[in-house]
């Protein structure tokens, strides 16, 4: 069995072993078409004055940057998922050790869904692409595919309506392409907390 190990950053910094030791079941499912998601339970429970434990901490709050990297055998470190919390589930039982939250981490397609508007952009899909993901301070590199040129200059101007996401969707099925979304940032490697995982065979990376 591949020996295999997994470091969790947040906010762009190693997760501290007490960090770590709150996260339980770790499921990222990566797909064709879709955002990248990732899903990590965190274990709470009921203090003796009777409030939850845990939910306040601030690095299991909205938007929270969280990273997961895996290396198996001395391959280098990939990440799995690098983006931030979009939504927090919450099961609360009377009965112990039931309880627990689950981070719903996103890619940083993400950012590109959050606002709709209507606007006129000039330009081949490539370049009105290329000013979409720019907008978005969160996306640390793109690599977008050229495009050929439209037979006419007047097909060179894009109608966006709704979010730059749907945006993206619209020229996707409107062309052959097929993209792929993970668009990742680059925290320092140079430390990191890690503990030994086993990876099953199946579509999604699940950890424990």
């Given at each position: ?152 200059s007047g097909f060179e101007t894009t109608v966006l309506r709704g979010t730059q996401m ?43």
């Amino acid at each position: 069995m591949p020996f295999t190990q997994y470091r969790v950053y947040v906010n762009g910094t190693p997760a501290t072993v007490d960090q770590l030791s709150r996260f339980e079941d770790i499921v990222i499912d990566q797909e064709m078409d879709k955002a990248c998601q990732g899903r990590f339970q965190v274990p709470v429970c009921v203090r003796a004055n009777g409030v939850w434990d845990g939910e306040t901490e601030s690095f299991l709050q909205g938007l929270t940057r969280i990273r997961l990297e895996v290396q198996i055998q001395n391959a280098d470190w990939v990440a799995l998922i690098d983006g931030p919390i979009v939504n927090i589930e919450s099961a609360m039982f009377s009965e112990p050790g039931q309880s627990v939250l689950t981070l719903v981490v996103s890619d940083d397609s993400f950012y590109l869904h959050r606002s709709e508007t209507v606007r006129v952009l000039q330009g081949s899909d490539a370049k009105v692409a290329g000013e979409i993901y720019d907008e978005v301070p969160q996306i640390a590199s793109k690599d977008i595919d050229s495009a050929p040129a439209p037979s006419k200059s007047g097909f060179e101007t894009t109608v966006l309506r709704g979010t730059q996401m749907n945006g993206c969707d619209s020229w996707r099925s409107a062309s052959t392409c097929t993209p792929m979304w993970l668009v990742v940032q680059h925290p320092d490697k140079a430390s990191g907390v890690s503990s030994s995982i086993r990876i099953p065979p199946r579509t999604s990376a699940w950890l424990r």
